[in-house]
């Protein structure tokens, strides 16, 4: 079984911080480098990606995420 793909860790604490959108998840607005951002990144335990809008696909590499915020 495959790990789902994490948040950088730098951002575990600013995440966990959140108030979350349900038990242990937390909705938020990811910013890449170069500024493309994506919307409703669903985040659960501050670090795993469950899910991105209702894709279980993961469609940018979490390594370039510079900023994250709460949706």
């Known amino acids: 079984m495959d790990e789902p793909p994490k948040l ?3 951002f575990e604490n600013q995440v966990l911080a959140m108030a ?3 038990y242990g998840v ?3 607005i990811v ?3 170069g500024g493309k951002e994506f919307r409703d990144v669903y985040v659960a ?3 795993e990606i469950v899910k991105v809008g209702d894709s279980t ?3 940018f590499d979490p390594s ?3 900023k994250v915020r709460q949706l």
Request: no cysteine; hydrophobic share 40%; proline share 5%.
């Open 8 to 10: 950088p860790s730098q």
């Open 57 to 59: 696909k993961l469609l």
């Open 26 to 28: 937390v909705r938020l």
């Open 64 to 66: 370039k995420i510079v």
């Open 45 to 47: 335990w501050g670090r």
């Open 31 to 33: 910013t890449l480098e």
């Open 20 to 22: 979350e959108d349900s």
